[in-house]
């Protein structure tokens, strides 16, 4: 008994409640800037959606990213790999039903995280490819951290949905792993940072780039799409929205 309800009737009540909105995990902390950003923008979805004073429901487990950075700089893809698995596994355990992992670098570890979990992984490169095919875009640059520019677990990914993918020059992944890095995973947004990608991206369409995928998550609060001479594709917003998406696709 709950106050003078029967429990059976108090369990139906939740039941009842929770129908029809999945539950969306979210590996976050990666940094936390972004992980902000996600959590804006599946709550915006859900209420612009629904209506009313609806939001998401969601379960985030954050991460301290020096740790992560430390890994990665030192080559602990492994560890890294392990530590998601573990961390995948906690927030399912909490009641999630979907989950993402709130950076593109990190992808790196998505099938060790897949392999750990039983609730469906929502992929970075899915629902960015999505959105570039939806434009009737084939050929694209990416941006992002220079793992992401120069392994190849994002980019064949995207090329799975048919995308040719284009990036920048040595030069021009330094400075852009260092402005992610030393600036934008800190919350520093610089002008002369945003001129330097501007000219990035120029450099990328003078190579036939329709497009461009802003491929770390932290990029979107550098370059908006006013900032490019090409349509720019926020692999953040993009995610963000395949989440929703997923977790609202029971409901009438």
């Known amino acids: 008994m709950l106050q003078g309800v029967p429990f059976n009737n108090v369990a139906a009540d939740i039941l009842s409640f929770e129908a029809g909105m999945k539950t969306i995990g979210l590996l976050g902390g990666i940094t936390w800037h972004s992980t902000l950003e996600y959590y804006r923008l599946i709550n915006e979805g859900v209420q612009r959606r629904l209506g009313g004073s609806h939001s998401a429901r969601c379960v985030l487990y954050s991460v301290d990213f020096a740790e992560v950075q430390?890994?990665?700089?030192?080559?602990?893809?492994?560890?890294?790999?392990?530590f998601f698995a573990g961390a995948a596994r906690?927030?399912?355990?909490?009641?999630?039903?979907?989950?993402?992992?709130c950076a593109n670098t990190i992808h790196r570890a998505a099938e060790a995280v897949e392999a750990a979990i039983s609730i469906p992984l929502v992929h970075i490169a899915d629902a960015t490819a999505a959105g570039i095919l939806e434009k009737g875009?084939?050929?694209?640059?990416?941006?992002?951290?220079?793992?992401?520019?120069?392994?190849?677990?994002?980019?064949n990914r995207?090329?799975?949905?048919?995308?040719?993918?284009?990036?920048?020059?040595?030069?021009?992944?330094?400075?852009?792993?260092?402005?992610?890095?030393?600036?934008?995973?800190?919350?520093?947004i610089l002008e002369s940072s945003r001129a330097a990608y501007q000219s990035i991206i120029w450099n990328l369409q003078a190579t036939g780039a329709e497009?461009?995928?802003?491929?770390?998550?932290?990029?979107?609060?550098?370059?908006?799409?006013?900032?490019?001479?090409?349509?720019?594709?926020?692999?953040?917003?993009?995610?963000?929205?395949?989440?929703?998406?997923?977790?609202?696709?029971?409901?009438?």
């Open 211 to 252: 497009g461009v995928i802003l491929g770390c998550t932290e990029i979107p609060l550098l370059i908006r799409a006013e900032d490019s001479p090409i349509p720019v594709f926020d692999t953040t917003a993009l995610h963000a929205a395949a989440a929703v998406d997923r977790a609202l696709e029971q409901r009438p």
């Open 137 to 155: 875009l084939k050929t694209v640059g990416l941006l992002g951290t220079r793992y992401t520019m120069e392994q190849d677990f994002l980019r």
């Open 158 to 188: 995207l090329e799975r949905h048919g995308l040719q993918i284009l990036v920048p020059g040595e030069e021009e992944r330094r400075i852009i792993h260092e402005v992610i890095y030393r600036e934008l995973g800190l919350g520093i």
């Open 70 to 82: 430390r890994l990665q700089e030192e080559g602990g893809w492994d560890l890294l790999s392990g």
């Open 90 to 101: 906690r927030v399912e355990a909490a009641g999630a039903d979907l989950l993402l992992i």
